[in-house]
């Protein structure tokens, strides 16, 4: 999983690039009218090509930890839809060799490149100490824990969410922002498979039922359309069996260029 | 101010109790498709009546720290921001008394009542560990750092907020998900000044340009109507001169009765 790291990591540095192009305000209008994508990756084209990006070095010093991994502190509702995809990532042909499966785990970390200087604004001792949002927290359990799986085939996108105990809004219950925030992750996630590096240009969020804090979740995003720049992403978050809606949203992206990303 | 705290206090009681209602599932149709509010304050009736309140015992063996005030992470601008509302919240008489002026400003704190069982589905454990999602990071001015003063008399909200290194999306700025976690709180927080307790049905963002890990930006929230149980509140996000608009957001909430609050 390391080779699709290393694209992940490689698309964050160009995300950093764009950061900064934003911070100069060289963005035409619709560009600058947007929220660059945290968790940016490369579109279906790049995947395909995954084993060509895996001979790219390694740009950590370090092999950072991939927080999309089980841990100790995951439930059982949690394991079970972990193993029931992460068992389709990987498929046995007959002479034993082992080939992509319709699902793909993306692995999943806490820092940026080390180069990254995220804008011109930003200083040094923040850099350096920079976490994302999603993977600040260090005990397990206690935020976020999630993994996010992708179905090229269908152009499906799947994440498993467990709300830890620091997630808390009502009493008991999880934060309308905490929810906000892994809708924006994960549909960000599928709309730049779809259709490469996006930004965010909207989030629509309807809130159904409240979600119990340690209680497991599913997020399943589609692709509704494709207008030019523009993907339109829908996400719905449900109980485990998906007989319960707790909350249901549209994101749309705008998909930027290599020339955006590079400053072109 | 322990006092409105007592006010806030007291109504996240209620909200645990509307949280386990519900759990049990017994709201009605419309009741049952929001999220209880995480800030859940009284309305302004009860805010005029804030010293009959006082007089109630502080439900705590201790006194919770409170995250609204200054401390040595805040930068020039926030704490300008902070003394620029904060001394319009007392005002002094002719005869030396001192007065509430036209703002008031918000306590903040990062746990419910000692009491609150946050739901059927929470565990003890998750019960002891839980805290507010905007206040569970300790080292101060790594996450969210924010204070919000209300405007009775122009129905108005505002929010200092300094965005921590911990907030990262796209290297170098703040998350998506983060930005509209603040949203969600400072609108949820309006709408229950206006209405009362409240319940969030949908937020609708629109990103315009990111904002800087780091940087501090002001929420200002409005009344934009009321129609029945519902209130709409818009909310922008801008730099600190109001110069340079990054978020723009509305949020509609559903009025909750006090029978609903306490299981009626």
């Not at 002479?95 to 820092?111: A, C, F």
């Amino acid at each position: 999983m390391i080779r699709t790291g290393g694209v992940q990591q490689i698309a964050r540095g160009l995300c950093q690039i764009m950061g900064r192009e934003i911070s100069k305000g060289n963005f035409n209008t619709n560009i600058s009218q947007m929220t660059p994508r945290g968790t940016l990756q490369l579109p279906w084209s790049s995947i395909n090509s995954v084993r060509t990006m895996a001979v790219l070095p390694w740009p950590f010093s370090f092999q950072p930890r991939d927080f999309s991994l089980p841990n100790s502190s995951w439930g059982s509702d949690m394991r079970r839809l972990y193993e029931h995809y992460n068992s389709q990532c990987e498929v046995e042909t007959d002479d034993g060799e082992k080939k992509w499966g319709v699902w793909r785990r993306l692995p999943s970390y806490n820092r940026s490149l080390k180069y990254a200087t995220g804008g011109v604004y930003l200083s040094k001792i923040i850099q350096s100490k920079a976490r994302l949002f999603t993977r600040n927290i260090r005990e397990q359990g206690a935020g976020f824990e999630y993994v996010v799986f992708v179905n090229k085939q269908e152009q499906k996108c799947v994440c498993v969410f467990q709300a830890g105990h620091l997630l808390e809004g009502p009493p008991g219950h999880v934060h309308g922002g905490a929810i906000a925030t892994m809708i924006d992750t994960v549909t960000g996630t599928h709309a730049t498979y779809l259709s490469g590096p996006v930004m965010t240009a909207n989030l629509n969020i309807n809130y159904r039922s409240p979600i119990s804090l340690g209680s497991t979740v599913l997020l399943t995003c589609s692709l509704d359309k494709k207008e030019g720049r523009k993907t339109f992403v829908s996400c719905q978050v449900t109980n485990t069996d998906s007989s319960k809606l707790h909350t249901e949203a549209t994101g749309l992206f705008l998909s930027i260029t290599m020339g955006h990303l590079l400053g072109g």
